[in-house]
Each structure stands twice: as structure tokens, then as C-alpha cells.
């Protein structure tokens, strides 16, 4: 069970099924046995495609088209109607906004096929920039942050939380450290959910 405005925690070994996990909650998977349950009702036909409206989800790998970082930010929205205002706040939000203003071009910097002409720590940040912008309810960070270094990790979650940009937040991820704002953390083992815990539980292995 998650609450509106939690920060959840998904841990678990390779293989153990935190993928499968996230896709059963967005609805890109449908379960075999049992059902998911949003505000009551059953996560199933016309239902689907509204929750699906209300999630902004950031992989591990972010996909970057070869334009300037304006239009990545806003993705798939054309560029007369870009609120420009809104993809400042939200790259500064995800701590590449002052990165991105020392660039010759600005905003209008072009990033390359995937984003080949900027770092890894740099493409995530326009991924968590980019999910900001949808303003959606929830948002997923799937390994998101895995090529930022702790620090900058902290900064941009502490920033998301502060500004009020999303009101759940779910991530998946392998460091501890991560985990340590989470109002819950849910474990998984072998396909299935081990243990659903705080952060000092976690930590200290109690069961």
C-alpha cells in the first residue's frame, strides 16, 4: 500500500524482480494473480490509460534526441509552446540547469544521437528534468540517478521534495544511501516482496 506524498523505496538483487515490479504499477504488465488497486478501483481497460497520464517514469537508460535541450526537456511538445519558464525551474530542480547555462548555446545546445556530446550524469539529470516538466502526480525513478555521484543525488531529491513537483515519488535503486528519506522501502527476493520496512530496519537487517 502507498499513500499520496510517500517517497518508496524498491530494493532487491538483479533477477529479483523490481522491473517487474514498477511495470505491474504503471500497467504496462497485468498480473497473473490478483489485481492492483488505484483509489479502489482495479488497474484494468479505460482505467489504465488515466493512471498511466498521472505517472512521469525515468529509466536507467534516458533517451535523448538529436535536438537542442529545450525540446528534450519538453519532449514531444513543439516549440511555440514550450514553457520556457517551467524548463528552467526544472532543470535547476535537477541540478543541470547551471551546467546547462555555461554552455555557448544555452537551452539551445544540441545534444547528439542519445545524447552522445554530454556525460551520463548529465543525460540523467535532463531525463529527471524532462519528467518534472509533465508535472504528473507520481513519479518513478528506475535506477535514475545510478550515474550521479551521492552528493548531486541528494541535492536533486531534496530539490524535487522542496519544490513540490511531485506528490509521490517511487524509486528503485541499489544504494543505501538513497534510501535514507524513504517513508518506506519495499524489498524483494526471488519474484516476490520480501519485506516492506523503514530505513533503520533496512539498514540494521531487522525483521
Known amino acids: 500500500s502507498i499513500k499520496p506524498g510517500e517517497l518508496v ?10 522491473s517487474t515490479l514498477i511495470d505491474l ?3 504496462l504488465l497485468a498480473p497473473t494473480v490478483g489485481e492492483i488497486l488505484i483509489d479502489g478501483l482495479p488497474l484494468k481497460n479505460n482505467y489504465q490509460k488515466s493512471w498511466q497520464s498521472q505517472i512521469a517514469h525515468v529509466p536507467q537508460s534516458i533517451f535523448l534526441a538529436d535536438v537542442s535541450v529545450i ?11 514550450i514553457d520556457f519558464d517551467l524548463a528552467k525551474s526544472v532543470a535547476s530542480a535537477s541540478y ?3 551546467v546547462i547555462e555555461n554552455w555557448p548555446d544555452g537551452y539551445k545546445t544540441l545534444v547528439g544521437e542519445r545524447g552522445v556530446r554530454i556525460s551520463g550524469g548529465q543525460r540523467q539529470r535532463l531525463g529527471i528534468a524532462r519528467a518534472l516538466y509533465k508535472r504528473s502526480k507520481i513519479l518513478i525513478l528506475d535506477e535514475a540517478t545510478s550515474a550521479l555521484d551521492e552528493m548531486t543525488e541528494g541535492l536533486v531529491m531534496d530539490s524535487i521534495k522542496r519544490m513540490g513537483l ?7 535503486t541499489h544504494r543505501k544511501a ?5 517513508s518506506k522501502i519495499i524489498e ?8 516492506v520496512c523503514s530505513y533503520y530496519e533496512f539498514i540494521n537487517n531487522e525483521y
Request: net charge positive.
Open 71 to 81: 525540446q528534450n526537456i519538453a519532449f514531444g511538445i513543439e516549440s511555440e509552446y
Open 9 to 18: 523505496g524498491i530494493v532487491g538483487e538483479t533477477g529479483s524482480g523490481k
Open 178 to 182: 538513497s534510501l535514507k528519506n524513504c
Open 25 to 27: 504499477m504503471m500497467g
Open 188 to 195: 524483494l527476493k526471488n519474484g516476490s516482496i520480501s519485506r
Open 166 to 172: 511531485m506528490k509521490t515519488i517511487i524509486m528503485v
Open 96 to 98: 543541470i540547469g547551471s
